[in-house]
């Protein structure tokens, strides 16, 4: 069965976050400073600081360990996602880091359109990985 694009961008991400399972906060905070730093130049800083609090908001609703804060600089969250991973298990903390970034990146689709996200992704995290979005981690 055909993966549907939603679901291979999951598991672009999960590939990302696994491929060293004892650093899924530092992997999940590099993806993080990568992508922001490709979007700097299209939605500014504020635009990605409000995404990414729209994005923690709304994968509260399934991981409540997430520490819930008002939009605030990316370094400042970062650190407090940083922290709020390390305290969890690599597995729930793989699920919330995919969760809130397939959020962004499903918002950032709505706002800019599919055809950009992608390039922007490629930009931001290189064509190995998003070209290895079909396939199973390592983990």
Not at 18 to 31: H, K, N, Q, W
Not at 99 to 110: G, K, N, R, S
């Amino acid at each position: 069965m055909m993966a549907t694009v939603h679901e291979r961008r999951r598991r672009m991400i999960e590939h990302a976050l696994l491929r060293d399972p004892g650093a899924v906060a530092e992997v999940s905070i590099g993806l993080w400073q990568q992508l922001a730093t490709a979007l700097n130049q299209i939605i500014g800083e504020r635009g990605v600081e409000s995404m990414y609090a729209r994005s923690l908001l709304q994968s509260q609703k399934h991981f409540s360990w997430l520490t819930r804060h008002a939009p605030q600089t990316l370094e400042a969250a970062m650190t407090m996602l940083r922290s709020d991973l390390l305290g969890q298990p690599a597995p729930q903390a793989c699920a919330a880091s995919t969760a809130m970034l397939t959020h962004f990146i499903t918002t950032l689709i709505l706002l800019i359109g599919e055809l950009l996200t992608n390039s922007i992704l490629r930009q931001a995290w290189g064509d190995e990985l998003v070209n290895q979005a079909g396939t199973e981690p390592n983990a």
